[in-house]
């Protein structure tokens, strides 16, 4: 067996065949013929170059966080050595810079002169002024920063799961601020069963900013709540950024047309997409179409960090991501649903999170006792996993926690073990989603409840796409722009 921390190998090939390809898309919107959407082209462009920055950086950096003590020990392995943490840090600074230097091409008129276009950018500005638009940018950029600063302290200072909760919320400030002083829309579209009592629109004022935070909070937090494995944290991000990228797709003016047979989701009607420039499913919207713009700018690089990521955080793990990816992965989620106004379709993506959240709950609120690391319990004999287990040895549960545990075991979310005699619960397996997969699927090697846990994420976007677009026409009706 290779030694465990034995660099992957990087095809140099790869390297020189990439390049030139990046290069091309980045430089293709300042040639004439200016192609339609000349920003997204760039977008793709610097894509590449952020898959293959994390791709060679990852490895390159991560001595230097070992001789910084920035490492740790897999728990899950039968060896000791120590494996980069926190190269989350390396995957957001790529990030945030490729998007501060992508900012030209949206925003700035010199890049349409150059290329000799005399009409309106394309992009960002087909329904609002340039520097709402980039304002609107720049207040994601600063939240971006803001999370990796925070996810950066919180793997140096190892905050505890009480004080990280919050964390978020400060991230958060920028967005909501310049969100407010560019007077964004708080209204928001009742459902059809409610609409005789509260008609089309309601106001939430001040309590759709409250949503808008905790969103925030949620989509950074769940990502990291779910982690302990080898891929965990980004196979997770990268899903959602694919499924969101394809969502934002289904929105963009294609130069064809096709129909979808909705009837396979459940509904009776087809969506027409495209056809000679029309805006997809934004049904002639510009304004649909920028946002959706707005989100694949945001989208395309996170898939290519996430992706070369990936291949040194795949089982056996040569780096860890630390919190700080979950931080600013989470938060990318929350500024694309926040400013391109799609936080309820957003939030169906993260079905697997939402339950692994309100399963994780008790002992995340201090129901029930809540270990310093749930991951599940390795056994170096068999090289499998099993669900780790939350123990009772300093006092007997408290009626709420029993009522829980046993609620939650009659469900099969969980597994008790109680005392033959006088049945007080002694043990019972930690409450998440890996736990739950080996309590329900049995004892399996870590590469293949990563692989289970990417399953569960692909099959939780099946399932929003269907709910999306097959069900959501029961309580919304039209366009639902």
Same mark, same amino acid.
């Given at each position: 067996?290779?030694?465990?921390?034995?660099?992957? *190998?990087?095809?140099?090939?790869?390297?020189?065949?990439?390049?030139?390809?990046?290069?091309?898309?980045?430089?293709?919107?300042?040639?004439?013929?200016?192609?339609?959407?000349?920003?997204?082209?760039?977008?793709?462009?610097?894509?590449?170059? =952020?898959?293959?920055?994390?791709?060679? !950086?990852?490895?390159?950096?991560?001595?230097?966080?070992?001789?910084?003590?920035?490492?740790?020990?897999?728990?899950?392995?039968?060896?000791?050595? *120590?494996?980069?943490?926190?190269?989350?840090?390396?995957? &957001?600074?790529?990030?945030?810079?490729?998007?501060?230097?992508?900012?030209?091409?949206?925003?700035?008129?010199?890049?349409?002169?150059?290329?000799?276009?005399?009409?309106?950018?394309?992009?960002?500005?087909?329904?609002?002024?340039?520097?709402?638009?980039?304002?609107?940018?720049?207040?994601?950029? !600063?939240?971006? %920063?803001?999370?990796?600063?925070?996810?950066?302290?919180?793997?140096?200072?190892?905050?505890?799961?009480?004080?990280?909760?919050?964390?978020?919320?400060?991230?958060?400030?920028?967005? %909501?601020?310049?969100?407010?002083?560019?007077?964004?829309?708080?209204?928001?579209?009742?459902?059809?069963?409610?609409?005789?009592?509260?008609?089309?629109?309601?106001?939430?004022?001040?309590?759709?900013?409250?949503? #808008?935070?905790?969103?925030?909070?949620?989509?950074?937090?769940?990502?990291?709540?779910?982690?302990?494995?080898?891929?965990?944290?980004?196979?997770?991000? !990268?899903?959602? =950024?694919?499924?969101?990228?394809?969502?934002?797709?289904?929105?963009?003016?294609? *130069?064809?047309?096709?129909?979808?047979?909705?009837?396979?989701?459940?509904?009776?009607?087809?969506?027409?997409?495209?056809?000679?420039?029309?805006?997809?499913? =934004?049904?002639?919207?510009?304004?649909?179409?920028?946002?959706?713009?707005?989100?694949?700018y945001f989208m395309l690089p996170l898939v290519g960090?996430?992706?070369?990521?990936?291949?040194?955080?795949?089982?056996?793990?040569? &780096?860890?991501?630390?919190?700080?990816?979950?931080?600013?992965?989470?938060? =990318?989620?929350?500024?694309?649903?926040?400013?391109?106004?799609?936080?309820?379709t957003l939030l169906l993506f993260f079905i697997p999170?939402?339950?692994?959240?309100?399963?994780?709950?008790?002992? +995340?609120?201090?129901?029930?006792?809540?270990?310093?690391?749930?991951?599940?319990?390795?056994?170096?004999?068999?090289?499998?996993?099993?669900?780790?287990?939350?123990?009772?040895?300093?006092?007997?549960?408290?009626?709420?926690?029993?009522?829980?545990?046993?609620?939650?075991?009659?469900?099969? %979310?969980?597994?008790?073990?109680?005392?033959?005699?006088?049945g007080v619960v002694l043990e019972a397996t930690n409450?998440?989603?890996?736990?739950?997969? %080996?309590?329900?699927?049995? *004892? #399996?090697?870590?590469?293949?409840?990563?692989?289970?846990?990417?399953?569960?994420?692909?099959?939780?976007?099946?399932?929003?796409?269907?709910?999306?677009?097959? +069900?959501?026409?029961?309580?919304?009706?039209?366009?639902?722009?």
């Amino acid at each position: 067996m290779a030694p465990p921390l034995s660099p992957r *190998p990087l095809s140099s090939i790869l390297l020189i065949s990439l390049i030139p390809i990046a290069s091309w898309f980045v430089v293709r919107p300042l040639l004439d013929p200016v192609p339609p959407l000349p920003a997204l082209w760039a977008s793709v462009g610097f894509s590449i170059f =952020a898959f293959v920055a994390a791709l060679y !950086l990852v490895p390159a950096l991560g001595p230097t966080f070992v001789k910084a003590n920035l490492k740790g020990k897999d728990l899950l392995k039968v060896y000791s050595d *120590p494996i980069p943490e926190s190269q989350g840090l390396v995957c &957001a600074s790529i990030y945030i810079l490729l998007l501060i230097l992508f900012i030209p091409f949206p925003f700035s008129t010199s890049i349409a002169s150059l290329s000799g276009g005399g009409s309106k950018i394309e992009g960002l500005l087909g329904a609002a002024s340039l520097h709402h638009e980039l304002s609107v940018y720049l207040s994601s950029l !600063l939240s971006l %920063l803001m999370a990796t600063v925070l996810g950066f302290l919180d793997d140096v200072f190892d905050i505890r799961w009480r004080h990280k909760l919050p964390i978020p919320l400060i991230a958060s400030i920028p967005l %909501l601020m310049v969100y407010y002083a560019e007077g964004g829309n708080t209204h928001v579209v009742v459902p059809i069963p409610l609409r005789p009592f509260l008609g089309l629109l309601v106001n939430l004022g001040p309590l759709y900013y409250l949503y #808008m935070s905790l969103l925030s909070t949620f989509t950074t937090n769940s990502i990291n709540i779910l982690a302990g494995i080898n891929g965990s944290e980004v196979s997770q991000a !990268l899903i959602i =950024a694919i499924s969101v990228i394809i969502n934002d797709l289904l929105y963009m003016p294609w *130069p064809f047309d096709f129909r979808i047979p909705m009837h396979l989701l459940g509904n009776q009607i087809e969506v027409e997409i495209g056809g000679t420039w029309q805006a997809g499913m =934004a049904y002639g919207s510009s304004e649909l179409v920028d946002r959706h713009l707005f989100s694949l700018y945001f989208m395309l690089p996170l898939v290519g960090v996430c992706l070369g990521f990936m291949y040194h955080n795949w089982y056996p793990a040569r &780096a860890f991501p630390g919190d700080t990816l979950c931080y600013v992965t989470g938060m =990318a989620f929350s500024v694309v649903g926040i400013q391109a106004h799609f936080s309820k379709t957003l939030l169906l993506f993260f079905i697997p999170q939402i339950f692994n959240f309100l399963l994780s709950c008790p002992q +995340l609120f201090g129901i029930v006792p809540c270990p310093r690391h749930r991951v599940p319990r390795f056994v170096s004999d068999t090289n499998l996993l099993h669900p780790s287990k939350a123990v009772f040895d300093k006092r007997p549960p408290t009626r709420l926690a029993s009522l829980t545990l046993r609620i939650f075991a009659t469900l099969g %979310l969980t597994e008790l073990t109680v005392n033959p005699t006088n049945g007080v619960v002694l043990e019972a397996t930690n409450l998440t989603i890996l736990n739950f997969l %080996l309590l329900r699927l049995g *004892p #399996m090697n870590e590469k293949k409840l990563v692989q289970v846990l990417m399953c569960t994420q692909i099959a939780g976007s099946v399932l929003a796409f269907t709910i999306r677009y097959g +069900l959501a026409g029961l309580v919304y009706d039209g366009d639902r722009r």
